[in-house]
Structures are given as structure tokens and as C-alpha cells.
């Protein structure tokens, strides 16, 4: 097996721990892992992401570049939301919004704090929240992308990490 493959996924088992402490812990949100999939496999590369009806997106930079996204279906982001703020959500507003980023923002920065302790440093930057049915997020092809979907409750959701060594 590759060693840039085997520490990729070191690294993403990093996102996928952060993710679900920081949504158990912060929206009282249980989720599971239920399949990890690299999206450029064997060399092909597909650079558009279809999303959820809301997706928030964190770039990084420094010793590894790439984002973060997570992108949730609604009704997944209402809870996920209201559980953090302890309201009922009926549609997305600005507190939805600010909720998502907040969470791509705290999933992101426990990573990073995981993955510093491994050597690996990188800046965060200011999370974005796109909003739209089946919105599409474009990539750089020359980034490891690998998507993590996350089941609930509620339904499904995902992240997608996207890495690039400098």
C-alpha cells in the first residue's frame, strides 16, 4: 500500500473522531462513520462535489493546504443546529447558517489541534456557509479528496476532505 494513503488515512480518521465528539458534545448529536471513499481513486478525479441543501466550508493553508466541508440536508442541519442553540428550526436562517459555520470551524480546529500533536500544521480560515439544493462545491484536481458519510437519526450527511501537501 502507498504511505501517502495509509497517512491519509491516519489523517482522516483525525476528521472523522473530531466530527462526531464535536456533534455529540456540542448538539447533543449522535452520529456513525458509515463508509469513507476517496473520490479520486486511482488517479481520476472528479472536481465537483454535489451537496446538501446547506454545506459549511473551511480552507486551510501551511504544511498541508485543502478545505473542509460538511454538508447537511436540512432537517439534519436543524437539528444539528438546534441542539447547539436549544431552538426549533422550521427554515434556514441566519441563526442555521452561523451554526453550520460554526461547526465546520470547531471540527476544523480540532483537527488541527489533533493533527499538530502528529507534526502536521496548518491556518484556518474563515468559514463560509453555501445554501441552495444540491449546490455543487468545485475542488482542485491535484487535492486528496476523501468523503465521509455520517448516519443519524435524523439521515445521513457528509464531510468531504480536501488535502494538498505544499
Known sequence: MNNNIVANENLIQDFIDVTE???????????????????????????????????????????RKGSLLISFPRNIAFGAVGGMLGIEFTEIDADVRDGVSELVNMIAGGAKTKLQAKGIDFELSIPNTVIGQQHQITAGASATRTRVDFDSDLGSFFIEVNLKED
Open 21 to 63: 465528539e464535536v456533534l455529540s458534545t456540542m448538539a447533543s448529536f449522535e452520529i456513525k462513520a458509515i463508509e469513507v471513499q476517496e473520490i479520486n481513486a486511482n488517479g481520476h478525479s472528479k472536481d465537483v462535489t454535489a451537496c446538501f441543501d446547506i454545506t459549511g466550508i473551511l480552507g486551510f493553508s501551511g504544511g
